[in-house]
Each structure stands twice: as C-alpha cells, then as structure tokens.
C-alpha cells in the first residue's frame, strides 16, 4: 500500500457539495492499494501513518508523530497512485489492486483507523472529490508498505 501524506494545518474533501470530511490541524493521507497488498499491509501502514513524526517538537525538530500531537487523520483513496508511470507519457493501472479488492482494504484501514484512533475522517472510494488543504511547511512524504 501507498500512502502520500501531508502535515496540514486543515484539510477537507467534498462530493459534489456535500463536504464527507475534515480535519483541523493533523495528517492527509492519500491512499493507493496495489495488487498483492493485504491486510498485513494495512496494518503496517496505519501503525505508520500515526507513528511517523512528521510535527515539531520545541526546538523545531520533526520528532512528534500525530498520536503525540494529538492530531487529526483524513484517509482519502486514489488510485492513481499505484499507477505505472515508469515509462511513456499516460499511466498505466495493471499494478493498481482490483476495484472490489481495493475498496476492501481502504474499508479495512479506515475501520481500523477508527478503532484505534480519533479525530479520524476520510473520503469515499471510487467517488469523484475535491480534496483541499493547507500543507504545513510543506511537509510530503510518501509511506510504502512493502
């Protein structure tokens, strides 16, 4: 699984125009699910997305993960980032995980996510969004599972 995350001061993400989620100050995930991933895969990736420190500590170092900031998680799906884009000029999605499949897992991490953890939001799978934000820093890093 991939993950894109962004520290953010706020973000949200609308179908049509009804916002389905937000989060103040905290992490945007971008979610993408290849094939082969599982549910192992899942839970690599939740325990890396609160864990990994991203936030300031006092003296201005990035060694706070969102658990100890206290922050808010907004899990969006997109497939578009297991796509191949090694070679020409359009992706290409045969390493991207079946519909059916990924919509399994992203329900997994999300439901997951709620378990062990709160604030947390998230967009909805296979629907068209618009996802605004306000990256803090920037701050981008993408997260694999391997």
């Known amino acids: 699984m991939i993950a894109l995350i962004q520290r953010v001061s706020e973000a949200q993400v609308h179908v049509g125009s009804e916002r389905v989620g937000a989060i103040d100050r905290g992490v945007l995930a971008l979610i993408g699910v290849r094939r082969g991933d599982d549910a192992a895969a899942v839970e690599r990736l939740l325990e890396r997305l609160l864990s990994y420190r991203i936030f300031p500590d006092a003296t201005g170092r990035m060694n706070l993960s969102l658990r100890e900031v206290s922050g808010g998680l907004l899990l969006v799906p997109q497939f578009t980032l297991a796509a191949d884009t090694k070679t020409g000029t359009r992706a290409g999605f045969g390493t991207a995980a079946a519909p059916a499949e990924a919509a399994q897992l992203f329900s997994l991490l999300l439901s997951r996510a709620r ?12 629907a068209h969004m618009q996802v605004s934000l ?3 820093g920037p701050v981008t890093f993408w997260l694999e599972t391997p």
Do not use: H, I, L, R
């Open 134 to 136: 306000v990256n803090d």
């Open 115 to 126: 378990a062990v953890y709160t604030p947390v939001s998230a967009g909805v799978f296979a």
